[in-house]
């Protein structure tokens, strides 16, 4: 655990010093873009989940580790997708798919039928207010233009098409992990770990006998989380220094990291 809390320490740096001197000392060449969001964002997601691993961990609290072990293996999954290669067009892809879903999704609470109608009785909104809120920042034709964007600029067929399909048969997590060569990791957290993900673990509370119930307290699998967490910020960190080509910074972290290692 102590190792993995270095890791997070100074991975809690990684923003401000890519932002420091990568950003402000290039500030005639570079613009902080799409790609710079996607990629700082999905690393801020890991730390963020992260800590919560931590957090559950210290107060014991650990039945909810592997659904949040599977979100945080999914959002290093994306980052290793998106900077493996043609970085820009990957952001940007997973970008507009958030951006279409966030256009269906007020679609279906907008519509006028009585499925929209309970939608908003559900959550107690009224349409025109939807409308106010979703549409008062946007200019007429920008539905339009986000799904167009998608096809034309990204290559997409269908707006439902997943983000990292590139017309290559990628159509699922598991098939975008063997790609990466994370076909064991994908075995691991989402068929081992993930039951509880599903509700399908319930059962596993019991054990039933001849002559009674007994309540089965869960085997703890913390130091497997914790270790595939440290291991997948360390890397998530590595990849990033790299790809802004912050080689100083990279050498100082993995130097920090070598000796916590060695005298932890």
Known sequence: MK?????????????????????QKNVDKVVFDYPDAIILGLLENIINHSKTIII?????????????????????VYLLFILKRET???????????????????????EDSLEGKKLRDFIKADKEKLDEIFLSKRDFNYMERIENTYFSEIGMKRNEQKWY???????????LCSNLGLSVEYDLIYSLLSTETHAKDAIKNFKFSEFGIDLIQ???????????????????????????????????????????????
């Open 88 to 110: 820009e067009l990957r952001s940007k892809s997973y970008a507009y798919s958030n951006k279409i879903r966030e256009l269906n999704l007020y679609r279906k609470l907008s």
């Open 218 to 264: 869960k085997i703890d699998n913390y130091n497997l989380c914790v270790n595939l967490s440290s291991l997948y910020l360390l890397h998530s960190v590595r990849m990033i220094y790299k790809h802004y080509g912050l080689n100083k910074e990279l050498k100082s972290f993995n130097t920090i990291i070598a000796v916590n290692h060695k005298y932890s």
């Open 3 to 23: 190792i993995f809390k270095k890791i997070l320490n100074e991975s809690n740096k990684v923003f401000d010093t890519v932002l420091e001197n990568y950003f």
């Open 56 to 76: 559950l961990i210290e107060n014991k609290h650990q039945s909810s580790l592997d659904t949040i072990m599977r979100t945080l293996f999914e959002n290093y």
């Open 165 to 175: 399909n590139f017309n290559d048969g990628t159509n699922n997590f598991k098939k």
